[in-house]
């Protein structure tokens, strides 16, 4: 799903109450859009009504469907999302000219069903609101790796435990009236956290009990981003004492 110019960003995120993997070529944030006003999706979906997710036949052919695309229009492809037994693919084009080749090449796919949709959209609002990554979906795949470490090191990721965010503000002022916000919403004040060397470095230690299952920690990390957004601040990282079946060990 890549090429050699594009820089791939890709997440786990709830849509429409089901999980769905996201793609976004995040070099295309600073792209010229004028060219490109329309905005080209291509939907492609198994026909086996009891598939809960495509096959690796199926998501073979809608991967052949998109590479047509790229090469037989010169669209410019923005992102995907795979959710449930269905492919959506966003491509930025010309014209409508462009299109009907599209919806040409879309609905001649053999074994599966493919259609394509066409909007007006100078502005690129799919890429930017529903495929570009803001900060709390950056954080999710930090947190894939943070917990794929911990595992490494015999941690039993079901067990609760508590997990420190340590979330950074511009002054200790703000800082206190974050952690009281966040205290109200469930976490526990651990103490300042003052760190000179960063840019916003009045920090704030909070403390929630979880798993470190990812879904779990995504939750919480959303949350918290989310929180300290309003305040002007950021999450700078958290952790957690490992937990084996015997109890606590060092935190990562």
């Not at 074994?111 to 609101?129: N, V």
């Not at 947190?143 to 090191?153: F, P």
């Not at 966040?182 to 979880?210: H, T």
């Amino acid at each position: 799903m890549k090429d050699n110019s594009a820089q791939w960003f890709e997440y786990d995120w709830p849509l429409d109450g089901a999980m769905a993997r996201f793609g976004a070529d995040m070099a295309l944030i600073d792209a010229d859009r004028a060219a490109r006003p329309l905005l080209m999706y291509v939907s492609c979906q198994s026909r086996s009504e009891k598939r809960e997710t495509l096959s690796a036949i199926e998501r073979s052919i809608a991967s052949g469907v998109k590479d047509k695309l790229i090469k037989k229009l010169g669209a410019l492809y923005a992102g995907y999302i795979e959710i449930d037994a269905q492919m959506q693919y966003y491509f930025y084009i010309h014209d409508a000219e462009e299109f009907e080749r599209g919806e040409t090449i879309a609905e001649k796919t053999p074994l599966m069903d493919c259609t394509a949709g066409l909007a007006d959209e100078p502005d690129w609002l799919t890429y930017k609101t529903l495929l570009y990554p803001d900060a709390a979906k950056l954080q999710t795949e930090l947190n894939r790796d943070h917990i794929a470490l911990m595992k490494k090191h015999g941690d039993c990721i079901s067990a609760v435990r508590r997990v420190t965010f340590t979330v950074y503000f511009p002054t200790e002022s703000i800082m206190l009236n974050f952690a009281e916000a966040a205290r109200k919403a469930g976490f526990a004040y651990a103490g300042p956290n003052y760190s000179p060397e960063r840019e916003l470095a009045y920090g704030a230690d909070i403390v929630r009990l979880s798993s470190l299952k990812k879904a779990d920690v995504d939750a919480l990390t959303t949350r918290v981003i989310n929180l300290a957004a309003q305040y002007g601040g950021e999450l700078g990282e958290w952790s957690a004492p490992i937990v084996d079946r015997g109890g606590p060990l060092n935190a990562i």
